[in-house]
């Protein structure tokens, strides 16, 4: 896969004859447009979290299947089969390259692709799936005549073991070594003889989610080692600032405009920080308040997002100066901390109009001693995030639920729980953003409030 600037690039014939969900064998051989590169990437990094946040909340396998339909089609879909396949097998070799550069990411990497690759082949006619069983190459035969019909009392017992609702055994067994099949064997759901598994048709998904989930984890490792040596270095000036990027990408609006739901004044500021704020900007914006300092990290995600709801650049240099100023003096706030306030809002310096901090970004900070920026889930004791989401009201149901989502580190899910339980109303898109959390929580307290009298 060669990536060139903006000449049109031709697919090749092999990528069109493919089956409809492509294995991720080997790179395509084709030109990829650099602006593809990543737009492709990013659309399905979009898919890819969906996935991750509805794995993390639990939804059942159909429920899965739904998401994974409706997140191809928002994301991925395009009325040319062809152009939907490249993209498709593009998107994937760009991401098997951000996400091989370590562990933790192989890992996430690793298991959301296997499971965007269980429901789509979930979602497959049967014939559909044979054929990419075939085109794995699979060396499993269909278990046929006198072999069959000795097994079909025992094949009937673990069907009825099930509790299907109608329970018969299906005319299409494979027999599989059984360590090929881990989580039918783990679930009691397959016939194990001799050393082998005896897997129904309907259970294909299984068998070939193994070999896949084998391929990409040994692909990621290969594709590493070409990164190290080879790729990071020699496209340093082009694609390695992209790869690096995408990995910690924030994919939602940036919030760099107020909305009719973000605008805040210094007279309602405190009112507004106990109902609306999330965790992350309630403990800076009360640390600013009882110390009078925030380190430099805790001013920056602090002062961005206050920009991001609506405060006015005078406002803002208004509050950090009332509270500053009651430990340092006016002089040293003007001299080391007021230039750094109006660039924030691009009013200094190259006049960078400065984005408040997505939950990514927040989540991936080092706070060291004395900082307390960062993310509360992340970054909190478990006694210290306890406390905090206390006083927030939550109730001991709510609070358990958010602490099991912190202990699989499942952050952003946390957050999302945390509004959700503050709120009473759920929150299916997910907490990506802080000034998205404010929003959402603006909306809803408004939409309560009833109407001024005319």
Same mark, same amino acid.
């Given at each position: 896969?060669?990536?060139?600037r903006s000449q049109k690039?031709?697919?090749?014939?092999?990528t069109v004859s493919?089956?409809k969900?492509?294995l991720y064998?080997s790179?395509?051989?084709?030109e990829?447009r650099l602006?593809?590169f990543?737009?492709?990437a990013?659309?399905?990094?979009r898919v890819?979290?969906?996935? @991750?946040?509805?794995?993390?909340?639990?939804?059942?396998p159909?429920e899965m299947d739904?998401?994974?339909d409706?997140?191809w089609?928002?994301?991925m879909?395009d009325?040319d089969?062809s152009?939907?396949?490249n993209?498709?097998?593009?998107s994937?070799?760009?991401l098997r390259?951000?996400?091989?550069?370590?562990?933790e990411?192989k890992?996430?990497?690793? @298991?959301?692709?296997t499971?965007?690759f269980?429901h789509r082949?979930r979602?497959q006619n049967f014939?559909?799936?044979?054929a990419?069983?075939?085109e794995?190459?699979?060396p499993?035969?269909?278990v046929t005549?006198?072999?069959?019909e000795g097994l079909k009392?025992?094949?009937g017992q673990v069907v009825?073991s099930?509790?299907?609702?109608s329970?018969t055994?299906?005319?299409?067994y494979?027999?599989v070594p059984? /360590?090929?099949?881990?989580d039918?064997?783990?679930?009691?759901r397959v016939?194990?003889?001799?050393?082998f598994a005896?897997?129904?048709?309907?259970q294909l998904v299984?068998l070939?989610?193994t070999?896949?989930?084998s391929?990409i984890?040994?692909?990621?490792i290969?594709?590493?080692?070409k990164?190290?040596?080879?790729?990071?270095e020699?496209?340093k000036?082009r694609? &390695?600032p992209?790869v690096?990027?995408?990995s910690?990408?924030?994919?939602?609006p940036?919030?760099s405009?107020s909305t009719?739901y973000? /605008?805040?004044?210094?007279k309602?500021?405190?009112?507004?920080?106990?109902? @609306?704020?999330p965790?992350?900007?309630r403990h800076?914006?009360e640390?600013?308040?009882?110390d009078?300092?925030?380190?430099?990290g805790?001013?920056?995600?602090?002062g961005l997002?206050?920009?991001?709801?609506?405060?006015?650049?005078?406002?803002?240099?208004?509050?950090?100066?009332?509270e500053?100023?009651?430990?340092?003096g006016?002089?040293?706030?003007d001299k080391?901390y007021a230039y @750094?306030?109006?660039h924030?809002y691009?009013?200094?310096g190259?006049?960078?109009d400065? &984005?408040?901090?997505?939950?990514?970004?927040?989540i991936?900070s080092?706070p060291?001693?004395?900082?307390?920026?960062?993310?509360?889930?992340r970054?909190?004791?478990?006694?210290n995030?306890?406390?905090?989401?206390?006083r927030m009201?939550?109730s001991?149901r709510?609070?358990?639920g958010?602490?099991?989502q912190?202990r699989?580190?499942?952050?952003q899910?946390?957050?999302?729980?945390?509004?959700?339980?503050?709120y009473?109303t759920?929150?299916?898109?997910?907490?990506?953003h802080?000034?998205q959390?404010?929003?959402?929580s603006?909306?809803i307290?408004?939409s309560k &409030?009833?109407?001024?009298?005319?």
């Amino acid at each position: 896969m060669e990536v060139i600037r903006s000449q049109k690039r031709t697919p090749s014939n092999d990528t069109v004859s493919n089956p409809k969900i492509p294995l991720y064998l080997s790179a395509p051989q084709m030109e990829v447009r650099l602006e593809e590169f990543e737009l492709f990437a990013v659309d399905r990094l979009r898919v890819l979290k969906g996935v @991750s946040d509805g794995l993390a909340r639990g939804r059942n396998p159909k429920e899965m299947d739904d998401l994974v339909d409706t997140l191809w089609k928002e994301h991925m879909r395009d009325p040319d089969a062809s152009v939907m396949l490249n993209k498709d097998i593009i998107s994937h070799f760009v991401l098997r390259l951000v996400y091989c550069r370590s562990d933790e990411l192989k890992k996430w990497f690793l @298991s959301m692709e296997t499971a965007l690759f269980r429901h789509r082949f979930r979602l497959q006619n049967f014939e559909a799936q044979r054929a990419i069983v075939g085109e794995f190459g699979l060396p499993y035969k269909a278990v046929t005549g006198a072999e069959l019909e000795g097994l079909k009392e025992r094949l009937g017992q673990v069907v009825r073991s099930l509790g299907q609702i109608s329970p018969t055994v299906e005319a299409v067994y494979y027999k599989v070594p059984f /360590e090929e099949v881990p989580d039918l064997v783990a679930s009691r759901r397959v016939l194990i003889q001799k050393g082998f598994a005896f897997v129904a048709g309907s259970q294909l998904v299984s068998l070939v989610v193994t070999q896949f989930r084998s391929h990409i984890s040994k692909a990621l490792i290969l594709t590493n080692r070409k990164w190290t040596t080879t790729i990071r270095e020699r496209e340093k000036d082009r694609l &390695t600032p992209i790869v690096e990027a995408l990995s910690t990408s924030y994919l939602g609006p940036d919030y760099s405009q107020s909305t009719e739901y973000a /605008e805040i004044s210094l007279k309602d500021i405190d009112q507004v920080a106990k109902s @609306s704020f999330p965790l992350c900007m309630r403990h800076l914006f009360e640390k600013v308040r009882e110390d009078h300092h925030l380190k430099h990290g805790g001013r920056m995600q602090l002062g961005l997002f206050l920009k991001g709801v609506g405060l006015k650049l005078d406002d803002a240099l208004a509050f950090w100066r009332a509270e500053f100023t009651k430990k340092v003096g006016s002089e040293r706030f003007d001299k080391e901390y007021a230039y @750094s306030i109006r660039h924030n809002y691009g009013k200094e310096g190259k006049r960078t109009d400065y &984005t408040p901090y997505a939950c990514q970004k927040i989540i991936l900070s080092a706070p060291g001693a004395g900082d307390h920026h960062g993310c509360p889930y992340r970054h909190f004791s478990e006694d210290n995030l306890r406390a905090a989401l206390g006083r927030m009201g939550l109730s001991s149901r709510g609070m358990e639920g958010v602490m099991d989502q912190v202990r699989n580190k499942h952050y952003q899910l946390a957050c999302t729980m945390t509004f959700e339980a503050v709120y009473g109303t759920s929150c299916d898109a997910g907490i990506n953003h802080p000034n998205q959390y404010f929003e959402e929580s603006q909306k809803i307290l408004k939409s309560k &409030t009833p109407p001024a009298p005319v």
